[in-house]
T-cell receptor, first 111, second 115 residues
């Protein structure tokens, strides 16, 4: 499985943008980049995914590098409810029986 | 509310007990998954079912026995567990296993403590 590398933790001030980086230098051409987050005492929830182009949805934006070896999840205006562990995951176009979650980035929001 | 419901939310059992975890999804999905999340460890995939057929067993000890009677229900039967099996057990579903673009929907988990 292609692996991802994320910082263990990050802090951000409330109401400011947050940029969460992810490196995936061994990504294959058929791998989607997915982001999930896990709030305290809850299961992970889907945030966003993309293949090559940048993506936006109501929760966040995903910026994908041109060589696809890295990506950045952007929370445009962080709130206290965004404090969570954020996971960057690669998922094969053909399906991935062993969808692998790493340790993720623990995001702390400072009021 | 994600559409994936897990019961019980909390379970305490002795090493000689037999218990089951239940997962139900109302999303019309065809793939269901069991994950284990131990303290300070990444999520570990345990089992995958696609259209009721088990397609993945990630070297899980036989004291964990999954059952998928239909596409909406998934069970994890627990027997003769060890204290190190204490963890949060998460169920997830997706449209099917084959789509790389498909998202996983997780339940809130069942917190298991083995005494």
């Amino acid at each position: 499985d292609a692996k991802t590398t994320q910082p263990n933790s990050m802090e951000s001030n409330e109401e400011e943008p947050v940029h969460l980086p992810c490196n995936h230098s061994t990504i294959s051409g058929t791998d989607y980049i997915h982001w999930y987050r896990q709030l305290p005492s809850q299961g992970p929830e889907y945030v966003i995914h993309g293949l090559t182009s940048n993506v936006n949805n109501r929760m966040a934006s995903l910026a994908i590098a041109e060589d696809r070896k890295s990506s950045t999840l952007i929370l445009h205006r962080a709130t206290l409810r965004d404090a969570a562990v954020y996971y960057c995951i690669l998922k094969s176009y053909f399906g991935n029986e062993k969808l692998t979650f790493g340790t993720g980035t623990r995001l702390t929001i400072i009021p | 509310e994600t559409g994936v419901t897990q019961t019980p939310r909390h379970l305490v059992m002795g090493m000689t007990n037999k218990k089951s975890l239940k997962c139900e999804q109302h999303l019309g999905h065809n793939a269901m998954y069991w994950y284990k999340q131990s303290a300070k460890k990444p999520l570990e995939l345990m089992f995958v079912y696609n259209f009721k057929e088990q397609t993945e067993n990630n070297s899980v000890p036989s004291r964990f026995s999954p059952e998928c009677p239909n596409s909406s229900h998934l069970f994890l039967h627990l027997h003769t567990l060890q204290p190190e099996d204490s963890a949060l057990y998460l169920c997830a579903s997706s449209q099917d296993q084959a789509s790389g673009a498909g998202e996983l929907f997780f339940g809130e988990g069942s917190r298991l403590t083995v005494l």
